[in-house]
């Protein structure tokens, strides 16, 4: 514990000078209104009732997007995670976006079919197929143990967006959303198309 509080200090103190993605994020959240903090170690959220996090444990999260949208608290950032420890060790990074409504939602899982089938934490949770989508019930796997309130959740204008966006791998923890694509650090373009993916998804899950 040591150590990691070590090098969590040493990173917070690292220099002042941005890269050129750093610099790049920083006029993008001027753009749509967002604050933004390159070392933001102490604003970790917790990812721990996430079933993508089960058994990882989070090394620092840096920079970290805060913003609003109609109500909804949004939190984009690169994250840096390991599993294992010693020899077994892996660290991975990862970029993601956090909703928070407020209010209550279900607990579930999205995803390309199949993709995180294995992902520790989900044990038990029921394939569910949304009536009258066919398409959407054969392109994604949503999982969850509350069916009706996830059914009711995932009205027609939620699934058709689901349907008509690029794939990114969803879960909700009951307050919040966690939205993730691929295994890496998101590229400018990919950071900004995230972004935008939130404020679009927000619009209806408040309708």
């Given at each position: 514990?040591?150590?990691?509080?070590?090098?969590?200090?040493?990173?917070?103190?690292?220099?002042g000078?941005?890269?050129?993605?750093?610099?790049?994020?920083?006029?993008?959240?001027?753009?749509i209104?967002?604050?933004?903090?390159?070392?933001?170690?102490?604003?970790?959220?917790?990812?721990?009732?996430?079933?993508?996090?089960?058994?990882?444990?989070?090394?620092?999260?840096?920079?970290?997007?805060?913003?609003?949208?109609?109500?909804?608290?949004?939190?984009?950032?690169?994250?840096?995670?390991?599993?294992?420890?010693?020899?077994?060790?892996?660290?991975?990074?990862?970029?993601?976006?956090?909703?928070?409504?407020?209010?209550?939602i279900?607990?579930?899982?999205?995803?390309?079919?199949?993709?995180?089938?294995?992902?520790?934490?989900?044990?038990?949770?029921?394939?569910?197929?949304?009536?009258?989508?066919?398409?959407?019930?054969?392109?994604?796997?949503?999982?969850?143990?509350?069916?009706?309130?996830?059914?009711?959740?995932?009205?027609?204008?939620?699934?058709?967006?689901?349907?008509?966006?690029?794939?990114?791998?969803?879960?909700?923890?009951?307050k919040?959303?966690?939205?993730?694509?691929?295994?890496?650090?998101?590229?400018?373009?990919?950071?900004?198309?995230?972004?935008?993916?939130?404020?679009?998804?927000?619009?209806?899950?408040?309708?």
């Amino acid at each position: 514990a040591a150590r990691r509080m070590m090098k969590l200090t040493s990173f917070m103190k690292s220099g002042g000078v941005l890269t050129a993605r750093q610099q790049i994020l920083k006029e993008f959240s001027k753009e749509i209104g967002w604050n933004f903090k390159t070392n933001s170690v102490l604003e970790i959220p917790m990812f721990g009732d996430f079933p993508f996090f089960k058994r990882k444990t989070i090394d620092h999260a840096y920079n970290v997007f805060k913003g609003e949208y109609r109500g909804v608290q949004m939190k984009l950032m690169d994250v840096e995670f390991y599993e294992g420890e010693f020899i077994a060790k892996e660290v991975h990074k990862h970029t993601v976006l956090i909703l928070s409504p407020p209010f209550p939602i279900p607990r579930f899982r999205l995803d390309k079919e199949r993709i995180f089938d294995r992902i520790a934490g989900m044990a038990g949770f029921e394939d569910i197929e949304i009536e009258g989508h066919v398409d959407f019930s054969r392109r994604f796997k949503l999982k969850g143990k509350n069916v009706q309130k996830i059914k009711a959740f995932f009205s027609n204008e939620i699934v058709l967006f689901f349907e008509s966006h690029p794939y990114y791998h969803l879960e909700s923890d009951g307050k919040n959303i966690l939205i993730l694509k691929g295994n890496r650090i998101s590229s400018i373009s990919e950071v900004k198309a995230l972004a935008m993916y939130g404020r679009e998804l927000t619009e209806k899950i408040l309708k």
